[in-house]
T-cell receptor, first 112, second 114 residues
Framework: GNSVTQMEGPVTLSEEAFLTINCTYTATGYPSLFWYVQYPGEGLQLLLK?????DKGSNKGFEATYRKETTSFHLEKGSVQVSDSAVYFCALTEQAGTALIFGKGTTLSVSS | DGGITQSPKYLFRKEGQNVTLSCEQN?????MYWYRQDPGQGLRLIYYSQIVNDFQKGDIAEGYSVSREKKESFPLTVTSAQKNPTAFYLC?????????????FGPGTRLTVL
């Protein structure tokens, strides 16, 4: 079945450091890929998405490229801020109106 | 403002009681979803509905029930048959059409069984 694997956390960085959170997926077809962010005690917010191979999603300085050849969708940011501290989830769906399949989440902690 | 609301934010239940979690959206989305979040486990789908008066079980539907009488509303009942109901429950909605379909989430309800 479909699955998403994220790097284990927590990830601890200093402000202005470069961030990479790895995400790989297994899917039978051509999924859409997503990154969501969750701040403490809140719901999930969509961070970015990509719907086909080689698409790059970007938002608020975060980027991720849909790599079909490596089945990956790694999240990157060039310079993190303390306010980026949160839990990040990679997810996929193969069909509109059906389940999102989530990774287990990666906790990011940024210190000043 | 358009969005998804969930109530209550915190809910406490005694063992053996049924409780109902509310989810409302004013985004005119056709599809609605319920997910359960446990620490370190990501989110898992409980139920989803693509259209009014129809819904499907997700991966962990046992001990839960839903209804979809209105497009805007998708309440979730946690029954006494759910063995370990303490968790964070998230509702989502989407247009359910096309490759760009995106699920948007509410703020969640934290359920604690006493």
């Amino acid at each position: 079945g479909n699955s998403v694997t994220q790097m284990e956390g927590p990830v601890t960085l200093s402000e202005e450091a470069f961030l990479t959170i790895n995400c790989t997926y297994t899917a039978t077809g051509y999924p859409s890929l997503f990154w969501y962010v969750q701040y403490p005690g809140e719901g999930l917010q969509l961070l970015l998405k990509a719907t086909k191979a080689d698409d790059k999603g970007s938002n608020k300085g975060f980027e991720a490229t849909y790599r079909k050849e490596t089945t990956s969708f790694h999240l990157e940011k060039g310079s993190v801020q303390v306010s980026d501290s949160a839990v990040y989830f990679c997810a996929l769906t193969e069909q509109a109106g059906t389940a999102l399949i989530f990774g287990k989440g990666t906790t990011l902690s940024v210190s000043s | 403002d358009g969005g998804i609301t969930q109530s209550p934010k915190y809910l406490f239940r005694k063992e053996g009681q049924n409780v109902t979690l509310s989810c409302e959206q004013n985004l005119n989305h056709d599809a609605m979803y319920w997910y359960r979040q446990d620490p370190g486990q990501g989110l898992r789908l409980i139920y989803y509905s693509q259209i009014v008066n129809d819904f499907q079980k997700g991966d962990i539907a046992e001990g839960y029930s839903v209804s979809r009488e209105k497009k805007e509303s998708f309440p979730l009942t946690v029954t006494s048959a759910q063995k370990n109901p303490t968790a964070f429950y998230l509702c989502a909605s989407s247009i359910a059409v096309g490759a760009t379909d995106t699920q948007y989430f509410g703020p969640g309800t934290r359920l604690t069984v006493l």
